[in-house]
């Protein structure tokens, strides 16, 4: 199965939003309510943001939202920090036989 | 302390066989998924495989069925990744992560620290 396809890059200054798509097929993103987003700071492990589309885990900051329309899935960061920089990764469940997928990445810059 | 420890950075030669482990506590370890995610030298997250501990119920990404080898030993809250043969390409950072979503296999709550596997002759 092919990655679910996210820009390479995003930036924004602090205090702006962003948003960075996260694109699949109707096998995968537009099939299912089961997008999840990872956080991933250089030479860490990913951390949970978001998942089934929107929800967040507990700890995780009411600036992280994420929503789905069709075959995309979105992650949107409101009030940005210098901490945000990072790079995040979508994931989607993908039907019994394939189970999961992840995007590509997106490496997020706060000028 | 809830958590996943994984075993140690592994340097070894294609053709060679690997086990690498993740051992989970301060949880049921049986009533959660553990899955494998691999990630290449400045390279992207890849979502390998999937297994529940309580009764082995195991599930392969098509890229990674019949490359690897995915287990776990309930008594010991121990879930493993091994290869038979060893390929250069199999240099990665892999990770352990638990899954509490028996229908959502893209859900990691919790994620080991990794271990890095180097593979040259």
């Not at chain 1, 979105?74 to 990072?86: F, M, N, R, V, Y």
């Not at chain 2, 890229?63 to 121990?78: H, P």
């Amino acid at each position: 199965q092919s990655a679910l396809t996210q820009p390479a890059s995003v930036s924004g200054s602090p205090g702006q939003s962003i948003t960075i798509s996260c694109t699949g097929t109707s096998s995968d993103v537009g099939s299912y309510n089961l997008v999840s987003w990872y956080q991933q700071h250089p030479g860490k492990a990913p951390k949970l943001m978001i998942y089934e589309v929107s929800k967040r885990p507990s700890g995780v900051s009411n600036r992280f939202s994420g929503s789905k329309s069709g075959n995309t899935a979105s992650l949107t960061i409101s009030g940005l920090q210098a901490e945000d920089e990072a790079d995040y990764y979508c994931c989607s469940y993908a039907g019994s036989s394939t189970s999961g997928v992840f995007g590509g990445g997106t490496k997020l810059t706060v000028l | 302390e809830v958590q996943l420890v994984q075993s140690g950075a592994e340097v070894k030669k294609p053709g060679e066989s690997l086990k690498i482990s993740c051992k989970g506590s301060g949880y049921s370890f049986t009533s959660y998924w553990i899955g494998w995610v691999r990630q290449m030298p400045g390279k992207g997250l890849e979502w390998m495989g999937i297994i529940y501990p309580g009764d082995s119920d195991t599930r392969y990404s098509p890229s990674f069925q019949g490359q690897v080898t995915i287990s776990a030993d309930k008594s010991i809250s121990t879930a493993y990744l091994q290869w038979s043969s060893l390929k250069a390409s199999d240099t990665a950072m892999y990770y352990c992560a638990r899954n509490p979503s028996y229908y959502d296999s893209s859900r990691f709550d919790l994620w080991g620290r990794g271990t890095l596997v180097t593979v040259s002759s």
